[in-house]
């Protein structure tokens, strides 16, 4: 873990407008759990290079009716996994296995394809508990989308933790507040969750050009120059025009404000879409499909053989 005090966010610099706010609506996936998801859907798409965000909403899981997503294949991305609260057990064809809990990230380039299961764990399965997540789809340059999968389990301890005066972060990818995060991404990705507490204000240094986003899933904050309001199951997507992603939490707010920031670099490339595969032309779309059909993405060995 890197425990760095940040001054550096205390300079003021030009906050960036907001371009629009989107209420994320819920809907039903995998196995049959509600999730908000703010994109792809009717507002937009994508925001490049980020391709879909979901946030597996807060549920009671009773014991013996936990749900996830049972074996499903991807390919020509990456799968970006951060746990709220629960714990998920993840599976894979190349033979990864690994469960995340509270504050854990799974970075998974399923690249040339894949085929993997994102269930509860064996524990929450038995006993039951609350499950709270988020899911990122984060796009691969037209070059390497068929590189070899990989998985990446980054554990809460190894973030590195950023403070100042009344905010706290948690810096999962990229660099952002002066700290660096674990996460080994292929393109400039910035990854963090963000804590702000009533009457404090952090600005979020952005690179010019860079796409920046901000999704609320608790509290309610003021972003942006013209200070919008952003709540919780809401996402803000911020115009190129400034140096900074302002956040301010009003005094007598009830609660903090919980968020993730996200960063990138555009791809700018051409990218054809199609359910779990993600490729460059519908020729290479017809051909993950026949290589799912046909297996050539594996199997995932039978459970209990971690
Ligand atoms: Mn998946």
Redesign the pocket.
Known sequence: MTSITNSETSVVRKARSVARIIEAPSTIEGGGFEVYRPFPGQVADWFDPFLLLDEMAPHHQAPGEAVG?PA?P?RGFE?VTYILQGEVEHRDSAGHHGVIGPGDVQWMTAGDGIV?S?MPSTRIQTEGGVGHGLQLWVNLPASLRRTAPTYQALLADDMASVSGQGWSAEVVAGSMFGADGPASTHTPVGFARVTIQPGATLHVPITAGHTALVYAFAGTAGVGAAVDELHAHHLAVLADDGEAIALTVADDASEPFDCIVLTGEPIGEPMVRYG?FVMNTHAEIAEAISDFNAGRMGTIPASGTT
């Open positions: 997503a499903h991807h799968t993997h994102e779990p």
